[in-house]
T-cell receptor, first 113, second 115 residues
Framework: QKEVEQNSGPLSVPEGAIASLNCTYS??????FFWYRQYSGKSPELIMF????GDKEDGRFTAQLNKASQYVSLLIRDSQPSDSATYLC?????????????FGQGTTLQVKP | EPEVTQTPSHQVTQMGQEVILRCVPI?????FYWYRQILGQKVEFLVS????????KSEIFDDQFSVERPDGSNFTLKIRSTKLEDSAMYFC?????????????FGQGTRLTVV
């Protein structure tokens, strides 16, 4: 049973458009939600984290969390070709008190000039 | 800006050999982790380390694996007898604060190739 699910994509958007990346999780006790960006062959780079229901904005990025639906999303406004990467959704496991992260498979985003 | 550093960036080893992957977490961070990512697959949790002991480990982290914090700065992952299927990117991460909800920062990774 997959614990964190993402559509692997690729998701293709034109430059300047809004990219919408989605993630669902199975553990209702999950408390913390993270979005990482990973370029090919590189390490995950933290973009945003969210703990509470609702929206959280940081520059061109908005994270949205709906715990009732067990759903978290990332919106990227004014997408740029440099945003082309794999976006990893990670969840801090509810039953763990160590802060370990459970990752989704990642969604590949392609921003076309 | 503080960062997690890992060495070496690439390690090639023969099957059955021991390898040690090294990490220097961000100074004053308290929680340390190892993750791995097999090519084309998702990032998987291996082990967490806090207060000089393992706090949690996954099914992957069997008796072949061990971790150590030999001094105040280094955090190592040892694989005793490598197998072909151990070939992967290994990421070290660290997290500060007393809350489990603080974010984790990853090192640049060590690519381990077992031949």
């Amino acid at each position: 049973q997959k614990e964190v699910e993402q559509n692997s994509g690729p998701l293709s958007v034109p430059e300047g458009a809004i990219a919408s990346l989605n993630c669902t999780y199975s553990d209702r006790g999950s408390q913390s939600f993270f979005w990482y960006r990973q370029y090919s062959g590189k390490s995950p780079e933290l973009i945003m984290f969210i703990y509470s229901n609702g929206d959280k904005e940081d520059g061109r990025f908005t994270a949205q969390l709906n715990k009732a639906s067990q759903y978290v999303s990332l919106l990227i406004r004014d997408s740029q070709p440099s945003d082309s990467a794999t976006y990893l959704c990670a969840v801090s496991h509810g039953s763990s008190n160590t802060g370990k992260l459970i990752f989704g498979q990642g969604t590949t985003l392609q921003v076309k000039p | 800006e503080p960062e997690v550093t890992q060495t070496p960036s690439h390690q090639v080893t023969q099957m059955g050999q021991e390898v040690i992957l090294r990490c220097v977490p961000i100074s004053n961070h308290l929680y340390f982790y190892w993750y791995r990512q097999i090519l084309g697959q998702k990032v998987e949790f291996l082990v967490s380390f806090y207060n000089n002991e393992i706090s949690e480990k996954s099914e992957i982290f069997d008796d072949q694996f061990s971790v150590e914090r030999p001094d105040g700065s280094n955090f190592t992952l040892k694989i005793r007898s490598t197998k072909l299927e151990d070939s992967a990117m290994y990421f070290c991460a660290s997290r500060g604060g007393s809350s489990k909800n603080t974010e984790a920062f990853f090192g640049q990774g060590t690519r381990l190739t077992v031949v």
